[in-house]
């Protein structure tokens, strides 16, 4: 029933032209996705590359010859001999007005770029397209729910676009399924089951809604806490300590302090996603009871700070006194599901090879 | 009869096809609302994750979440149920609640009560009453649709066969083939009637080229635009012809399953098409090995439960399969990925109704029933300011004014047509010399509008336009899905500047946000009610400046 729009890879030539060039592409590809790859700068804000596209916010709009109306290229599939313009002045006077419309729905046009990893993209559009008018003022949208007594998310909705990249992450990410859509048109909001609160939903506090949110309307609870920690915040790539996953974070610091921490979006075995300990349990590294020094049990039956050889010969005596006493096999060890590999193997090697037993287990195994 | 436990009612549903939506009224009109208890018992019966069918239950306007909800009596404030009263009505029905037009445009106003429809002007002169027939045809005028619908008893399946009824199906698949029959539908120039006017015999060869079994015929019976009630009664009064052409599809296409997407509103016809369904299956003309032949087509009716975008195919699709409604992005097309994901064909009642003439009396005379060079007939529901409202099956090509001064007797008494509304309200309006247009899609788009689904309302000399134009749009902002932009805060703002409670004061600034606001909604949105909301305020504007102009500067 399309004329001009269909799957492509009909085994005709994979070749579409882009602004008057010719170019490339793999059938599948969309046409917002060959556009990227040649460096088209398109708005978006329901787009998230790891999700489904949506086709809601339509700015992502480009010209295809042969079509009346501008279509969506997040969700149109590029087609041989496609012909399309991503940029004109009709595409911009949509754009513009898209723009001024969302900003006429919200609260606060800006937030603190600490509320999450992509809470600055509406501002940033809007500069972009001298959104920033006042027209089109009229009621605002969205109820926020600054009484979810959780502590890790904001749900400021006063400041939602109606986007749905919480609820989709959530469903497609997540598979949490916490979050859906309630109402319709502009009476639209998110919610739980039954309008409740996250700690009575599925919700398992991932954050990942945090993360993809264009405007701030969910914003990082503790991370926003940090305000009054003076100095710039610093990037710091590295990999979450927690388990073997080995989800790549980035950690935000201000001074030594750690004030919060953001999923590697290009995290190779993440691709933005984290679980509620990566994302919000980073408050040991600075709380006073961890540990910094190895300690040993004294005769008084009391914790002594002791030096790492005082600990090691301390800990080699018990174990070779529970072998002399009971035998090899009354040792049984477990590595802890924090440790890499390379560690849970030379756990196994030393316990086999140098304890005798293959007594051995991980604690991510239950 | 005893009250089913949720069990009982989730076995009944489980294993049926579509069955979140009959599954939800079973309970909703077992307790009178849905409960939180129930609505959990219904997403683990059928996995759907909770929030996700709670969200989904919210959108449909007509699920009552509080006790006591579905007893409360909804009127329609449609826009000609507004001009009969329907506000003074709501204010003296006890617990009333209000509704968008509930398509009894032709007899004002219905109210809503429990599972059946009353109609009056008064609240102690409401009664029900079986919706009315269409006006008889003026001389000369030969029918398709309607030829036979007036005769007593035509709705059972004997009165149906009695002047040729299920002929055309035994036809087809006694002795004929699927290609023949789509010939046949093409040659005759069927075009969709539900609104977007494709080719009929085109859709349904696209689905029998296309892989993927099982197929499915969908009949889309939401018909919730505003001003239109065609739909309604042919199924009230014709109900195998709208089977007939589901089961010539069905042989067609190959499909084996079909649904009749009925209104919310129309609670009646729910039992009229069951109980024609039954006789049709009893008579082995459906089920299983129709008429002896190797075609199987099974056909349920499914009911929406309030929600205008629903009648678009693919939100439609959506909500069928208990999914949130929004519509899909597209392509692909229902005919190569529609009921789960498989091969349908959608089509309008009026559409499908057609096609067993169609076959009878052959292409040449359906093409004939139209005017110049216009193949066949439309059916246009008539209602507002006119002597005599109705639906009435006109040669497309019939003059407008033809239409309102000689089938329907003209504007009352001292009167003038001020405006009229299009294809419902999608079409926004048409006034002064535009009145003087040839009812063809053609001709109407050449002024700026759309024939549509074939809804008229007349608004006399007496009307206020800004608002009758206001509320078209409170209309599309109710019934805004909000899956885009463009439409969601669209039809909000227009609806706001039309209510004069924002916008600029400004003359010319007010005129430019609403230009550049329609055009974006035009030009952007995601699926047709984006698209045709904005036509509203721009026909205001080129029709009626003088009004907008006062209305601009005198409020507030
Ligand atoms: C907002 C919207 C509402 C619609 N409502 C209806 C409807 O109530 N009934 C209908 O048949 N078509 C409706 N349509 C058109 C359908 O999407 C579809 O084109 C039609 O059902 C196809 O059948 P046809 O080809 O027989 O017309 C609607 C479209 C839109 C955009
Ligand atoms: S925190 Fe995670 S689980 Fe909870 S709503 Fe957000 S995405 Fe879903
Ligand atoms: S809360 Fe944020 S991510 Fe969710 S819909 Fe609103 S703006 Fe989009
Ligand atoms: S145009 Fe309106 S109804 Fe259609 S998808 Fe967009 S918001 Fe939904
Ligand atoms: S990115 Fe395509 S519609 Fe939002």
Redesign the pocket.
């Known amino acids: 029933m399309s004329d001009n729009i269909d799957g492509g890879g009909n085994g005709a030539l994979s070749t579409m032209t882009l602004d008057g060039e010719d170019v490339g592409f793999t059938p599948g590809e969309t046409v917002y996705e060959v556009s990227e790859r040649y460096r088209r700068e398109i708005p978006t804000l329901c787009y998230d590359e790891r999700l489904e596209p949506f086709g809601g916010c339509r700015l992502c709009i480009v010209e295809v010859e042969g079509s009346h109306n501008p279509v969506a290229s997040c969700t149109t599939k590029a087609a041989p001999g496609m012909k399309v313009t991503t940029k004109s002045g009709r595409l911009d006077m949509h754009r513009r007005v898209l723009l001024e419309l969302v900003a006429s729905e919200n609260r606060d046009l800006d937030v603190d770029p600490m509320s999450g990893y992509a809470s600055g993209e509406m501002a940033t559009l809007l500069d972009r397209y001298d959104a920033r008018t006042g027209r089109f003022l009229g009621m605002q949208s969205g109820t926020s729910h600054p009484d979810d007594p959780n502590p890790f998310i904001l749900r400021d909705y006063e400041n939602c676009i109606s986007c749905f990249r919480c609820v989709r992450v959530c469903a497609e990410q997540e598979g949490d399924y916490a979050i859906s859509v309630m109402n319709r048109g502009f009476g639209t909001q998110i919610t739980t089951e039954f309008d409740g609160i996250l700690k009575d939903s599925a919700c398992t506090f991932c954050g990942q809604c945090i993360q993809t949110c264009p405007t701030g309307a969910l914003a990082d609870l503790k991370a926003l806490a940090s305000k009054d920690v003076p100095g710039e915040t610093k990037l710091t790539r590295t990999i979450c300590p927690y388990c073997g996953v080995g989800c790549s974070v980035d950690l935000m610091t201000r001074g030594d302090q750690v004030v919060g921490v953001l999923p590697a979006m290009d995290g190779p075995a993440n691709h933005g996603a984290l679980c509620v300990k990566g994302q919000f349990a980073f408050d040991f590294i600075g709380h006073k009871d961890r540990l910094d020094t190895p300690l040993v049990r004294g005769d008084d039956g009391q914790l002594h700070p002791a030096t790492w050889d005082d600990a090691l010969d301390k800990a080699a005596a018990g174990l070779l006194a529970a072998v002399d006493n009971h035998g090899r096999h009354s040792l049984y060890v477990v590595a802890s599901g924090r440790a890499p590999t390379e560690a849970a193997y030379m756990m196994q090697k030393f316990v086999r090879a140098g304890l005798g037993t293959s007594y051995i287990d991980n604690c991510s195994r239950a | 009869m005893t009250r089913p436990s949720d069990e009982q009612l989730h076995e009944r549903w489980r294993d049926q096809p579509a069955p979140l939506l009959p599954l939800l009224h079973e309970l909703h009109e077992r307790d009178g609302y849905l409960s939180e208890e129930a609505l959990r018992g219904v997403a683990k019966a059928l996995r759907i994750p909770i929030a996700e069918l709670f969200g989904t239950v919210t959108f449909y306007h007509h699920f009552a979440r509080e006790p006591g909800g579905l007893e409360a009596p909804r009127v329609c404030t449609g826009p000609v149920c507004r001009l009969r009263g329907a506000g003074d009505l709501l204010d003296s029905l006890d617990g009333a609640v209000s509704m968008p037009c509930s398509g009894r445009c032709d007899e004002p106003v219905p109210v809503l009560r429990g599972s059946s429809t009353l109609v009056g002007l008064a609240a102690d002169a409401l009664e029900s009453r079986p919706s009315p027939l269409p006006p008889a045809a003026p001389a000369g005028i030969e029918e398709c649709i309607f030829a036979e619908m007036r005769t007593e008893g035509r709705a059972g399946l004997e009165g149906y066969r009695s002047s040729g009824g299920y002929d055309a199906l035994k036809t087809a698949v006694l002795e004929s083939t699927g290609p023949e029959v789509i010939r046949t539908i093409t040659d005759s120039g069927l075009a969709?009637?539900?609104?977007?006017?494709?080719p009929?015999g085109r859709?349904w060869s696209a689905v029998a080229d296309a892989a993927g079994d099982p197929k499915t015929i969908v009949c889309?019976a939401?018909?919730?635009?505003p001003g239109c009630f065609k739909?309604r009664v042919i199924m009230d009064y014709d109900p195998h012809a709208v089977i007939e052409g589901m089961a010539l599809a069905a042989f067609a296409t190959g499909a084996t399953r079909g649904f009749i997407y009925l209104r919310y509103e129309y609670p009646e016809t729910e039992g009229i098409l069951e109980a024609a369904i039954a006789e049709a299956e009893a008579a082995g003309l459906l089920g299983d090995g129709i008429l002896g032949s190797d075609v199987d087509f099974k056909l349920y009716v499914r009911r929406g439960a309030g929600a205008?975008?629903c009648?678009?195919?693919t939100s439609l699709l959506n909500s069928l399969e208990g999914k949130h409604p929004f519509p899909r992005n597209r392509p692909p097309y229902p005919v190569t990925h529609g009921f789960e994901g498989l091969p349908t064909v959608?089509?309008?009642?009026e559409?499908l109704a057609a096609c067993a003439p169609i076959l009878r009396n052959g292409p040449d005379w359906y093409r004939g029933l139209g005017r110049g060079d216009n193949a066949g007939t439309k059916i246009i529901s008539l209602s507002g300011d006119v002597v005599r409202p109705g639906n009435y099956e006109i040669p497309l090509g019939l003059p407008l004014r033809e239409l309102i001064d000689d089938w329907a007797g003209g504007a009352y008494e001292g009167r003038n047509v001020q405006a009229v509304t299009m294809a419902g309200i999608s079409g926004g309006f048409l006034a002064g010399e535009d009145l003087d247009v040839d009812l063809d899609e053609a001709s109407v788009r050449e002024r700026g509008s759309m024939l549509g689904?074939g809804g008229i309302m007349v608004f006399d000399d007496s009307r206020d336009m800004i608002d009758v134009a206001h509320s078209a749009m409170e209309f599309f902002a109710h019934e805004s899905c909000g899956k885009c932009f463009p439409c969601r805060i669209g039809t909000q703002r227009l609806t706001e500047r039309l209510a004069g409670k924002a916008g600029p004061k400004e003359l010319s600034d007010w005129l430019d946000e609403v230009r550049d606001l329609g055009e974006t909604m035009k030009e952007t949105s995601a699926?047709?009610?984006g698209m045709a909301a904005p036509l509203i305020s721009e026909s205001l504007v080129k029709y009626f400046p003088e009004r907008v102009a006062q209305h601009v500067t005198s409020v507030r």
Do not use: W
């Open positions: 969709g009637r539900g609104g977007a006017g494709f009929t859709k889309n939401d018909e919730g635009e739909d205008y975008i009648g678009e195919e959608v089509n309008n009642v559409t689904a699926c047709g009610l």
